[in-house]
């Protein structure tokens, strides 16, 4: 089983900056944590700042993994092509948002990406990206 | 740890009507796995197709459980008053929808829970109830 | 031939209140007319005001009856919920409203119900349930 | 009795194309049927693909008869003006259409005619203009 | 000095029906009365139910007058291919409407001529055409 | 004079939760503070987190009191059936809400049941049913 | 005790026009009968047409006075200078409606006082004032 | 006859600036020869860039004069308070515009007056004015 | 292999006016060349300002033809019945316009056409009939 | 080189009120510091609450000075009466804004100035207005 | 003549994925055939998945090319930095669009480039760019 | 004093295309001049077509400067990564557009950037980021 984890702008801040919103632990830290909790998947980890790195990220990792776990961050909200990334590829994308998108301000209320994603995990932190883990385990 | 579950309009027709929206298993038949996989929860389960039941089991179950499971169906997109009891009470509350709401009409893609939801699972089928438990559990 | 005849909020008023709107006989008379009308056709009649039991009513009647003639009233224009129950069962249900409810508020112009109805009478007073007992008759 | 009849664009396609959504009958052959079934009525049958010509259909024949069947078709959702004539004439007209007009394009939900229809039919096929018949037998 | 009229849908009603829409007298007899009071100008004046009529009338009498004053009626709000006519010729439209559009329905405040027209008359009922002589007398 | 006090949902909290939005003091205590300042005056009270109960007690009780006090909470927003109800019966009622709902959300500035209200009375907590009292005895 | 009222544009015409809007009394006549039902309260009354100057009388009475009674009539739908001037000052501003605003036209729906005002009362006619005093008084 | 004509703010520019929009004539100059043209007619003329002094003055000149021609420029758009001033007042109220305001920015389409005023005169330059003289004449 | 062109309202004024716009040639000219380039195409041509006319020959010409090119003008904006139309003819029709109508006003950006065309030519000036002859070769 | 400096509704305030949206000095005293910084440059000010004044403070200084520093307050946002002023003079006008009214109320966010400005200054507090002197000074 | 070819976000994807959407054919197989359809014609082609690479490929290609032929795919909906750049150079930019991006989700009906397109071809698969060509070539 | 200045997509145009928009010299001249100004000033400029690069420059130089003046270009309109950016660091960040953007598209005159600067300058040009660099240095 290998898994992908890609994260969009600003979420290389994790751990760093307003805690209130990127939490206290960078995504390094929690990755250890992650792949020592689940020792039989290969995680693979890609953040980029840059949009259409992510719509490259999402087509390659499309070919090699058997699943990949999204965070767009604001692309989310902004992104036709990362939403044509997802819909282009085969293998289940689960779309996981850290804080509670829904009570942030409206334009954080669409997604381009939902639409196409095999489920959607909102606001428990970063503990959504371990339920997002479960749901590919099936 | 006590968690309530409680579904909304036409859930009780799981497993027998339209199993493209609503699953092949009656939600009797999977509550049973569920309470098989988690030996050490009590679960409680309500369903209702009145708003206002709803409103009550929400009040009710608030002061006796440890966490909520609130699956409001189509009562999540109109339902300012079920909003407003996930809001009056303490414990989590997790939305969760069976199926990928933002690949349907538009008018299910607006949640008067989310908010104040503790957090939100779209999409994954009837194992979405099975994340929202591990998300109760911490 | 089994026929359910649904009304929703207010609805029972009619014959007592605001009749430029809810006519001037009360539904019960009027039924009576009905069945003396179409001796062949068994009619079951149901009314109330709340939401989640025309949910349920349009849910039991759907396995029971050969079609079902429902008028949502103030509903039709705010019920995801009864939408659903609508398209959740396999019997033909026919929309009727008394008044003509494109000449009242724009807010009672859009149904939730129409989407999924074998077809929609509007504005005949009390003669829309006969037309709909036509319709049904094939 | 005189009732007339007047079908709007591309209803001169019945039973030639898209029977999806135009029926697989010619309305000329449906309009024999409806002859036959109501000796004692006296049918008139203009159909136009011209806006303006339906105007005059619906002034002169405002006239002449005892009711109109008016299916407008497309012009339903754009002519203002098909909506004034309707308006500015005594007998009632009876709106109807084919197809569930609720159920297709968003564009195609509004009518400008309804609000000064006698009654509207909507979705009961062919079906439909005889139910419109009996609403205007009284 | 030659000036054309050209009156839109149902205008032909004027003086028929609905007085207190379209007056109490027909277009013809007013007529008569606005050509004594100017001798001295040649008036034409053709009225049509069909858009596209209006549109070869605003074509050809552009070529031939040295004014237009156009009520449009119902299309007013609708076509802008009667605007794209008004705009295509050299000779001032004067825009008239015989009742407060502005005191009507909203779909009746937008007009696609306005913004070509020499100038806007609305309101005065049938002495709207005599304001729009004076105007085009200079 | 007899006044019947009708609560929608989550306003069995009053004096339980949310202080900041629904107050310090349960209803039943607030009641009896203003039977004691109005001796004169026969209260009748209802309370339901069901939209269609408090359908049916608008029905009811405007049959039997001089005036009704009526605080919607949620279904103000949403509920079409209420205002209905409201419409519906002779005597007045007054529209009170505790918290300012102008000062909330966006969602919660449109009532459905202002327009057919006697009046409004917005913001003042508690003290807004003593003023619907005093508006009430002329 | 203190009280400033405050009335807006065209409000100098109560008792003179359109008695169904602005009622049948002049507002100093109503003054003299307010203050013989209050001995102990002082009333200050201003009123003007000049939106500038309402902000003028609700800085300086705002410093002078225990409270306001703010009448804005069309200024409350147009003016965030108004609503800054009362969000500006400490005492408390009832916001005063003689008409049922929401039962008029929608722009008169929205008013850009209510966030700042201490409570809202709609459509009760002069008594509404009376109702405001009371509100003041504790 | 007595005619009232009042303008709104920056039309004490005309004739100084902006001859595209405020034309190249001082209004004193343009009001001299209206008077001369109408010798039997009584005019007053009043500018303001106030909106409430154009309350004012449409208040007391619609108790002293048969007409008024008012031109409330850029309070047109936003000025409630004018409107209702207009309907507040029995006599015939012409709304005129020198420039097309059709064909300028969006917001100015919209006009709070039409909807009360006797009639509108838009685009015609000064002549607007001589056009809304007339209407009055009768 | 035979190509229908038709050409909606206002088009017969190419190469007379607004050359801006619609060019400096005639359609006629053109046509000749464009017949003289493609020897093997048989061309049949057709323009009327009626919308229902371009109907009629939508429905006529989409059985005798092998493409259509269709310029609707000012209808492609408005004309559901058009859009319709070409909806129920089975041979492709390819859509064309000689002015770039996305740099135009707002209300030319949207075509009921688009949909049901096999492709878009937009802002070519006349050659846009020449490319779509292409595209119709294959 | 004069420049005149307008300030809008509730900007006599500043210094006294609400310090953090006007600032902890009153404008007056910081004035003095600004003639102190430039002691070549002759300032004017003004202040007024009342919309017209402002108008005819723009068009008087428009003549007399050689650069004018607005800051309409929440005129800004409502008066397009302030904007033709601003349009109708000829010297550069710099719109300042104390607050950063993006970060504030939807509706502060949109003005009627900036679109004549010679450039726009928001969020700087008092020192806006020493930029705006800067940018004045070229 | 030299012309580039530039296409942007999963367009890489042709003939790999989603041949409904992306074709059944590589882009450079494509491009061979073109090349040897027009062997006159130097093409140069760039893709990137970066919207800023493609900004900088419109600035290069500007410079050096006779023209561009521009498929920006889901950026064309997005993208006002794309559009600037397509603004910004004085050779032609022909917009292509494989898909009928009018027969999609609404989203794809706006684009930020058509404004800026000497013209805009849409819905003719890889054949769009054959006629971007003939378009060029004059 | 430390600040960075950041330019975003299409200024590396500046002095070379479309000066009428982007001024008639390089930026690099420009920062000339600056530096020679403020000699006390340390400066650094970065210049991107790529979104996600401005987002890098931002959280790099947040880290390392004491100020950053930031015109996002065309991306000040879509990015909410960069306002994202922006919100994330803890220097002051001016938003700084040479033109004046709300004379110009209206998809321009919203800015996801601004909520989170210190202060907005727009539309005098070059001197924008001198006047940026005053409001810096306190």
Chains 1, 2, 3, 4, 5, 6, 7, 8, 9, 10, 11, 12 share one sequence.
């Not at 290389?12 to 250890?32: A, V």
């Not at 700042?49 to 990792?61: C, D």
């Not at 989310?76 to 779309?95: K, L, M, Q, R």
Request: hydrophobic share 40%.
């Amino acid at each position: 089983m290998k898994i992908a984890i890609i994260n969009g702008p600003n979420l290389n801040l994790l751990g760093n900056r307003q805690p209130e919103i990127y939490g206290g632990k960078s995504f390094e830290d929690f990755l250890k944590e992650l792949k020592s909790q689940y020792p039989n998947v290969e995680f693979d980890y890609a953040q980029s700042n840059v949009e259409g790195e992510l719509v490259n990220f999402i087509q390659e990792m499309g070919q090699t993994h058997n699943g990949i776990i999204l965070n767009a961050a604001a692309y989310t909200h902004t992104s036709i092509a990362i939403g044509d990334a997802v819909a282009a590829i085969d293998i289940p994308v689960v779309e996981v948002h850290i804080s509670n998108i829904h009570a942030r301000e409206t334009f954080r209320h669409h997604s381009y990406v939902s639409k196409y994603a095999a489920g959607v995990i909102v606001g428990f932190g970063m503990k959504g990206y371990k339920l997002a883990v479960e749901s590919l385990l099936g």
